[in-house]
């Protein structure tokens, strides 16, 4: 019981002693964006002919110009100075899914024995970190130790503060000697380049005057919070991020009153501080809430330009976790930390936008008759139809497999959403009736004291990975603790394929005519066209349906249950030309990315099996043996303490055999290759700590409480 003392302890005594008051004004006008080194901070600070040049690198793509380097760089070492900022990293995304970053003192000694400060335009634009230790899937031996990361001036230096200090962080890639791409950014940064080359030309025939197109972002961050006593106590949380053991408690999220319901004052006060630190770094948080499950909260940014939200969110991440510990709790990003109740994602809602502000996917207020969207939109579907295994692949992992198709998280068969209005829009243009069937209107609540709100003309589908949810889609697939890096680099690249065909399509129907007229003709008829061809994809119901199921196959969409299923897609002939011809990844980097993520499920499953194994060995098991010594005592005084002793026995013995199953399966590789390693862990590993898993929570719920040796469901999901 003491474990229990000590949280309750905690939750009624925590204590902020820094806490700073800010008027909502402030926060706006003070701390958003105070210590990014944005571009207005650039212009006062730089000569009009080099923040001239910057610009066009950032605004029209182009090429860095190396001569304004040392000028940026006295720039930025300046501002971070006067910021507290006493070192500086080249920060980046290897592939390991999460960043790095070596620090480097901007102290420089003197000949006369002195130091001053200093940094160049090529500690700026380069810097060569070790890549020997990062997985590289094979593109690098482990003696070939030399990488290279490169300034990415698209995404705004900051400052990342610390309690003694602050550092200067510097956006950059991340590349092997050879020149191929060994991060996450890289990939993700050339697939927004790709979507720009392809959608440039098809705005030119509809009109659009716009000097370029990016993809954007806005992903939702879902976490749960736990009281750090619970989590030490807790060797699976710590060692692998998920409980591997907990009986069901009393009480879960059946009665539907956490969601968003009042949030709890000390999970408040975290909030508001992590959001403060958010916004002081320009990540324009804009919601937060309870989630379904007890314990379980969410973040949500607006739109921002895909690549800086990629960012955005890997900080996110960072900053919730180390925040959480100033209040005595832990952040958990996994996918699943608690069975049996909601599992947490990282809704991508996506869009393509203009130069100039315009929202491509923005159907308007007639879209029935907005050209433009329709094609758009049409482009889309048949990027997800064609490329269902791609989106599958972009959000593969061991611990996502544990969510998907189960408590509002989406099914792995991809599917798309597009809501009532736009899918009756859609029908008709395939029938040839052309019009709007389904219209929005108001909604009447009934009461004469209450407005007449507008009605949107479709209802969500939390079923649905892939929902088009009224000017952006929704990509609901992607895990809570991944990178948006890969499901965005993926999104970009299929989708300029998809816009790159029907401009082409689109320029043959029109024949060289220019009219209005001829236009709309010509995009109905591809819209149409492209529609018939990829309806199969379009899904408005239950996603968690039987029936879906059976009616998806038959249908002939892919249903990759397991990250290995799917991983092997990812080298496929169809996805390495997709690449290549997009020159976002080529043939190496591919089958290098396939490689480290079949390395990373093998090496996530394994630890779950040692950590299972040492688990039910040395804590569970001497738990029920040592209660049935207790039992044994009074055994003969009483029959209910036989039936009892006696059932605790059973589960013992069920415990010790499944133990010896998973010790014999942990023991053994599974082969050399690490695909065949990989199948070990999810065909025999798996399953057997599975099996540990049912005889531990089975005896849960009988061992008495003082002999338990880790902290229950109860206690993790509710004490706060």
């Known amino acids: ?183 996450l950014k890289t990939p993700l940064l050339r697939s927004i380049e790709a979507l720009n080359q392809a959608v440039m030309p098809a705005l030119k025939l509809f009109g659009v005057d716009t000097t370029r197109v990016s993809s954007t972002l806005g992903a939702e961050q879902e976490y749960f919070l736990i009281a750090e006593e619970y989590y030490f106590a807790r060797p699976d949380l710590v060692m692998t991020g998920r409980t591997l053991f907990g009986a069901k408690p009393p009480r879960g999220q059946e009665l539907e009153d956490h969601y968003f319901g009042a949030i709890p004052d000390r999970v408040l006060s975290f909030m508001a501080d992590a959001e403060k630190q958010m916004y002081a770094l320009g990540i324009p948080v804009k919601t937060r809430h309870n989630e379904v499950a007890p314990g379980q909260f969410e973040i949500a940014p607006i739109f921002e330009q895909s690549n800086i939200a990629a960012d955005h969110q890997q900080l996110i991440m960072q900053i919730l976790r180390n925040t959480a510990r100033k209040y005595g709790l832990v952040a958990l990003l996994h996918e699943k930390p608690f069975a049996g109740v909601n599992g947490s994602g990282k809704h991508c809602n996506w869009s393509m936008s203009t130069s100039s502000g315009e929202n491509l996917l923005d159907p308007g207020d007639t879209p029935h008759e907005n050209m433009q969207f329709l094609f758009f939109c049409a482009a889309v579907i048949k990027a997800v139809d064609e490329h269902q295994d791609l989106l599958r692949v972009s959000v593969a992992s061991a611990q996502n497999d544990h969510r998907l198709g189960a408590n509002e998280a989406p099914p792995a068969i991809i599917s798309i959403f597009l809501g009532d209005e736009l899918t009756d829009i859609l029908d008709r243009l395939a029938s040839g009736q052309g019009g709007r069937g389904t219209a929005a209107g108001l909604l009447g609540l009934g009461s004469t004291v209450l407005p007449h709100l507008p009605r949107h003309a479709g209802d969500r589908n939390r079923t649905s990975p892939f929902a088009f949810t009224g000017n952006k889609f929704e990509f609901r697939a992607a895990g809570s603790s991944q990178s948006i890096s890969l499901p965005i680099t993926v999104l970009n690249t299929i989708v300029a394929d998809a816009v790159e065909k029907l401009t082409a399509e689109l320029r043959e129907r029109l024949n060289g005519s220019r009219s209005k007229r001829s236009l709309d003709e010509a995009v109905v008829q591809v819209v149409r066209s492209t529609y018939a061809q990829h309806q199969r994809i379009v899904f408005n ?58 390395d990373i499920y093998f090496k996530t499953v394994n630890i779950e099996g040692e950590t299972t194994e040492y688990i039910a060995q040395t804590m569970i098991l001497p738990a029920a043996v040592s209660y049935l010594a207790e039992l044994g005592e009074v055994e003969s005084k009483s029959r209910a303490v036989q039936g009892l002793s006696q059932e605790v026995a059973g589960l013992a013995d069920d415990l010790y055999t499944a133990l010896q199953t998973l010790r014999d399966v942990n023991e053994a590789d599974g082969g050399e290759e690490i695909h065949d390693k990989a199948h070990h862990m999810r065909d025999q590993v798996l399953p057997a700590m599975l099996e540990v898993r049912k005889a531990a929570d089975r005896l849960e719920r009988v061992v008495a409480g003082k002999h338990w040796p880790l902290p229950n469901y109860r206690q993790m999901l509710f004490i706060k």
């Not at 793509?61 to 760089?73: E, K, N, R």
């Not at 249950?561 to 991983?567: P, S």
């Open 1 to 183: 019981m003491k474990q229990e003392f000590d949280v309750l302890s905690a939750a009624k005594s925590w204590r902020l002693e820094d806490f700073t008051d800010h008027t909502p004004g402030a926060v706006i006008s003070e701390v958003f964006a105070s210590d990014v080194l944005t571009m207005e901070e650039l212009r006062h600070r730089l000569s009009r002919p080099v923040y001239k040049s910057l610009q066009g690198t950032l605004e029209r793509g182009q090429t860095l110009d190396p001569a304004i380097s040392d000028t940026v760089a006295l720039a930025m070492k300046t501002w971070a100075m006067e910021k507290g900022a006493t070192h500086y990293t080249h920060w980046f995304q290897p592939l390991t899914g999460s960043t790095a970053e070596k620090h480097d003192s901007f102290l420089t000694p003197t000949s006369d024995g002195s130091a001053i400060a200093s940094f160049s335009g090529k500690e700026l634009i380069q810097a060569e970190p070790d890549a020997s230790s990062f997985p590289s899937g094979g593109l690098r031996a482990t003696f070939e130790a030399r990488g290279y990361t490169a300034w990415d001036p698209s995404s705004p230096a900051f400052i990342m503060r610390h309690s003694n200090g602050a550092t200067l962080c510097i956006p950059t890639a991340f590349a092997s000697w050879t020149g191929e791409a060994l991060d």
């Open 541 to 598: 119901g239950d996603g968690y349906s039987e029936a879906w199921h059976q009616e998806a196959e038959r249908r002939g969409l892919l249903n990759l249950r397991t990250t290995l299923d799917a991983i092997e897609q990812f080298s496929s002939e169809k996805n390495v030309a997709l690449f290549s011809k997009f020159s976002v990844l080529n043939e190496r980097e591919v089958r290098a990315r396939e490689e480290i993520m079949y």
